[in-house]
């Protein structure tokens, strides 16, 4: 049942790993097209790698917390490998934690950068309808595969509360 379980986890686990993990390639995508000009991706749009742009400070934390969310993906992922979950509990959650919600934030606020780094101000609505400058995949796909991420590092974030529920569902029994 526990070798079970583990499985569980570290299939989970190496789910969120790898969507955070494209999460983090995509961000180097086409995101942002502007007529006349060259398409930029999200970490150009945080390093402000374009004439018009300066770096943002907002944005290249949202891509510092992607890459911290990786890292600490890969490092359960390694974990559940090597350990068994009894011998790492507080690890797998704390490290899950970090990495489900790290991704979530970055992922959103990469997301955002279109707005955060002011670029819909300087283009107009009409613009957008028109098709002279707008959004494209890699906008789309990053915050799709951290949300996805998000979900799949759930499991081994309760890690904790579903042993100490267990516990006192077996205190329930044998006080009855």
Do not use: H
């Amino acid at each position: 049942m526990k070798i079970k379980e583990n499985l569980k986890l570290f299939a989970f686990e190496s789910s969120a790993f790898i969507c955070g993990l494209l999460a983090l390639i995509f961000s180097f995508t086409p995101a942002y097209f502007e007529a006349d000009k060259p398409d930029l991706s999200l970490f150009q749009l945080a390093f402000g790698m374009s004439d018009s742009l300066s770096p943002n400070f907002i944005l290249i934390m949202a891509f510092i917390l992607v890459v911290i969310a990786v890292i600490c993906g890969l490092a359960l992922v390694v974990l559940l490998a090597i350990k068994p979950k009894e011998k790492i509990e507080k690890i797998t959650t704390i490290l899950a934690i970090v990495s489900g919600l790290f991704i979530l934030i970055g992922g959103i606020l990469l997301a955002c950068g279109l707005f955060i780094q002011g670029l819909t101000e300087s283009n107009s609505t009409l613009g957008f309808t028109q098709g002279n400058w707008g959004i494209k995949a890699g906008n789309i796909v990053v915050p799709i595969l951290a949300l996805i991420s998000f979900i799949l590092s759930y499991p081994c974030a309760l890690v904790i509360l579903k042993r100490k529920d267990s516990e006192d569902k077996a205190l329930k029994v044998a006080k009855k």
